[in-house]
């Protein structure tokens, strides 16, 4: 019986095929939308997770509270400093923390004038093998400078391609603040933008040309091999608040583990994807629209037909079900044209990324789930948008029907 139902829809849109892909253009660009945009951010999470996952579940993160834009510890009232560093090192649970400085400098070569941000470089053994193992840094050509006062810098992939007009090379020689730093090492390509254009510098350079003394931006931490993150976290917290004389609920800084800072990313992204979404569904509610004027117009030139059925006994929710039928495959061959347009538009932005920025962080993460969660939605849509037309066309009297 069902089949029928289905068999019945189908050859009813298939007889009027101009008018049927014209009312499903609204839907399979809403799903289409759809899809794309969430296999985007899925696979946006995913790849920032990944890079998390890097930095290893065994290290925390401080701030000072209130920055604005810009990089960590830019604008705050009460910056990081030295004492923070020691206050944290003597925590139970500890094993090392490193303050590091983030900064935006101006850099100067061959002419050209530009501004990234600017890295500072721990002195001592251990803390840098902690810089480095915490962000991930590999070398692809060069090395990494010995001396902490040291006028050479680390680059970033990006500054040997495309930053400036000429691309920088090993052992070349920029100006960063009015200074002359040779370039020591070219960092390998990590996908992460910001580290792709970022300078490492020693961190006595880099307090010496921004006249920067006794303040960090950030302070990462590594916590002792069996030690419960959550609880150094909280530890570091106490110490704190203690070395910097605040009240709890009043802190003027912020600790947080790499699975904090994950979740904190994935709200973000759900906020801008729902958005997104929502400004994506209102092409579905056009195409919904399309669907209902489209089925009323079917009622109207169905009449007759619709008076016959009736005088051959069909019931009023028959009728009203292949109608149903009928304004739901238009929602459903329009998802399934949506999905196909979707998953192809994800997948290009996905090669488009990677060949132009070499960028792994922008991933198409198309599942099951939302390719069948996409084609029920865009069938239901469809359906309910005929619900109208249906009680319409149920509601016909047979002879009224017959006299058209």
Do not use: C, H
């Given at each position: 019986?069902?089949?029928?139902?289905?068999?019945?829809?189908?050859?009813?849109?298939?007889?009027?095929?101009?008018?049927?892909?014209?009312?499903?253009?609204?839907?399979?660009?809403?799903?289409?939308?759809?899809?794309?945009?969430?296999?985007?951010?899925?696979?946006?999470?995913?790849?920032?997770?990944?890079?998390?996952?890097?930095?290893?579940?065994?290290?925390?993160?401080?701030?000072?509270?209130?920055?604005?834009?810009?990089?960590?510890?830019?604008?705050?009232?009460?910056?990081?400093?030295?004492?923070?560093?020691?206050?944290?090192?003597?925590?139970?649970?500890?094993?090392?923390?490193?303050?590091?400085?983030?900064?935006?400098?101006?850099?100067?070569?061959?002419?050209?004038?530009?501004?990234?941000?600017?890295?500072?470089?721990?002195?001592?053994?251990?803390?840098?093998?902690?810089?480095?193992?915490?962000?991930?840094?590999?070398?692809?050509?060069?090395?990494?400078?010995?001396?902490?006062?040291?006028?050479?810098?680390?680059?970033?992939?990006?500054?040997?391609?495309?930053?400036?007009?000429?691309?920088?090379?090993?052992?070349?020689?920029?100006?960063?603040?009015?200074?002359?730093?040779?370039?020591?090492?070219?960092?390998?390509?990590?996908?992460?933008?910001?580290?792709?254009?970022?300078?490492?510098?020693?961190?006595?350079?880099?307090?010496?040309?921004?006249?920067?003394?006794?303040?960090?931006?950030?302070?990462?931490?590594?916590?002792?091999?069996?030690?419960?993150?959550?609880?150094?976290?909280?530890?570091?917290?106490?110490?704190?608040?203690?070395?910097?004389?605040?009240?709890?609920?009043?802190?003027?800084?912020?600790?947080?583990?790499?699975?904090?800072?994950?979740?904190?990313?994935?709200?973000?992204?759900?906020?801008?994807?729902?958005?997104?979404?929502?400004?994506?569904?209102?092409s579905l509610i056009v195409g919904g629209i399309g669907i209902m004027n489209t089925m009323y117009t079917s009622v109207l030139e169905?009449?007759?037909?619709?008076?016959?059925?009736?005088?051959?006994?069909?019931?009023?929710?028959?009728?009203?079900?292949?109608?149903?039928?009928?304004?739901?495959?238009?929602?459903?061959?329009?998802?399934?044209?949506?999905?196909?347009?979707?998953?192809?538009?994800?997948?290009?932005?996905?090669?488009?990324?990677?060949?132009?920025?070499?960028?792994?962080?922008?991933?198409?993460?198309?599942?099951?789930?939302?390719?069948?969660?996409?084609?029920?939605?865009?069938?239901?849509?469809?359906?309910?948008?005929?619900?109208?037309?249906?009680?319409?066309?149920?509601?016909?009297?047979?002879?009224?029907?017959?006299?058209?």
């Open positions: 019986m069902i089949k029928d139902y289905f068999r019945l829809g189908y050859r009813n849109v298939k007889q009027r095929k101009l008018r049927s892909w014209l009312t499903m253009i609204g839907i399979f660009i809403g799903i289409a939308a759809v899809v794309a945009l969430i296999s985007l951010s899925q696979g946006l999470q995913d790849a920032v997770a990944q890079q998390f996952v890097q930095l290893g579940t065994d290290k925390l993160i401080v701030q000072a509270a209130g920055g604005g834009f810009g990089p960590p510890g830019a604008g705050v009232s009460e910056p990081l400093t030295e004492a923070d560093e020691k206050a944290i090192s003597k925590t139970k649970g500890v094993d090392l923390a490193i303050g590091r400085l983030i900064r935006t400098v101006k850099l100067e070569f061959k002419g050209e004038t530009k501004f990234s941000f600017a890295v500072s470089m721990p002195e001592g053994t251990e803390e840098r093998e902690l810089a480095i193992e915490a962000n991930n840094y590999q070398l692809k050509q060069g090395r990494f400078f010995e001396q902490d006062d040291a006028l050479e810098v680390v680059l970033g992939n990006d500054f040997a391609k495309d930053f400036f007009d000429r691309p920088l090379e090993l052992r070349n020689r920029v100006t960063i603040q009015n200074k002359v730093f040779k370039v020591s090492g070219i960092l390998k390509k990590s996908g992460n933008p910001q580290q792709d254009s970022t300078l490492i510098l020693p961190e006595g350079s880099l307090r010496n040309i921004l006249n920067i003394e006794n303040e960090f931006d950030i302070i990462p931490i590594k916590v002792k091999t069996g030690e419960d993150p959550f609880i150094v976290g909280e530890n570091v917290e106490k110490q704190l608040r203690k070395s910097r004389n605040v009240e709890e609920g009043k802190e003027n800084f912020i600790v947080e583990t790499p699975q904090q800072l994950i979740g904190t990313l994935n709200n973000i992204l759900l906020v801008i994807q729902g958005v997104l979404v929502g400004i994506a569904g209102i169905r009449t007759k037909e619709i008076g016959i059925m009736k005088a051959l006994g069909a019931k009023n929710k028959t009728i009203q079900f292949l109608f149903l039928v009928e304004s739901g495959i238009l929602g459903l061959f329009g998802g399934l044209i949506g999905v196909s347009l979707g998953v192809g538009i994800s997948k290009f932005v996905e090669f488009v990324t990677f060949k132009v920025y070499e960028s792994a962080l922008i991933q198409a993460s198309v599942s099951p789930y939302l390719i069948l969660s996409a084609l029920l939605f865009a069938f239901l849509v469809g359906a309910g948008s005929g619900v109208f037309p249906a009680k319409q066309a149920a509601n016909l009297k047979p002879v009224e029907a017959l006299r058209q």
